[in-house]
């Protein structure tokens, strides 16, 4: 059984609603739990939430699946404190024993002592930004992509853990030009083309 651990970060603020987020937090437990060979959790960051219990749930899972639109290009803030409290709870508990440097030698292996080694995550974030924003040469991110730009410190952030990623998905005009029912299809295929073919190997991968 491979064990997928979701994570809602589509926080209720003003004027969003995490109306997006949901309807994909939703979609990925349903896509999970009506396919055999899948054990699932979940915690939505707008819920009450034990940090501990938390830190079981990422010690529990095989893949951390993270769901997050981008304000002012970061993650939400709830999403950060939740990840501050969690990955404080799991030091020497699970989630990390150390930075990875030694006393002898500290100026080498920062970002090696992560204990979540052989575990996975995926990101997947919503934007009001369109695709041509990352893309086309002179638009806003100046060609920098999602991953290697915004998402670049949440990615190593997880790397610190000793999580490896897989491909994300990235969701693109989704206020002023929205299409749900396209983006939802797009992600169905998304995780048919990354877990299907998968599923068998995540259990030889873990490393216990």
Not at 19 to 28: G, H, I, P, S
């Amino acid at each position: 059984m491979e064990r997928i651990f979701i994570i809602n970060g589509g926080q209720v603020f003003e004027h969003s609603g995490g109306r997006f987020n949901r309807t994909l937090f939703e979609a990925t437990i349903q896509y999970f739990s009506s396919r055999p060979g899948y054990e699932v959790r979940s915690t939505d960051i707008n819920e009450p939430y034990d940090a501990e219990k938390e830190v079981e749930n990422y010690v529990w899972a095989d893949t951390i699946i993270y769901h997050t639109p981008i304000w002012w290009f970061q993650v939400p803030y709830g999403l950060k404190k939740y990840i501050d409290e969690v990955f404080s709870a799991g030091y020497r508990k699970g989630i990390y024993l150390s930075d990875g440097r030694s006393s002898k030698n500290p100026a080498i292996n920062y970002g090696t002592g992560g204990s979540l080694h052989g575990r996975r995550y995926m990101v997947t974030s919503s934007w009001n930004a369109p695709e041509t924003a990352f893309t086309l040469p002179g638009e806003f991110f100046n060609g920098r992509s999602v991953d290697d730009g915004v998402l670049y410190g949440f990615h190593r952030m997880n790397a610190f853990t000793g999580m490896q990623p897989l491909e994300g998905i990235h969701f693109h005009d989704v206020e002023k030009n929205p299409q749900v029912v396209r983006d939802m299809q797009r992600y169905e295929e998304h995780l048919d083309r990354v877990f299907v073919p998968s599923q068998s190997a995540c259990a030889a991968e873990r490393a216990w």
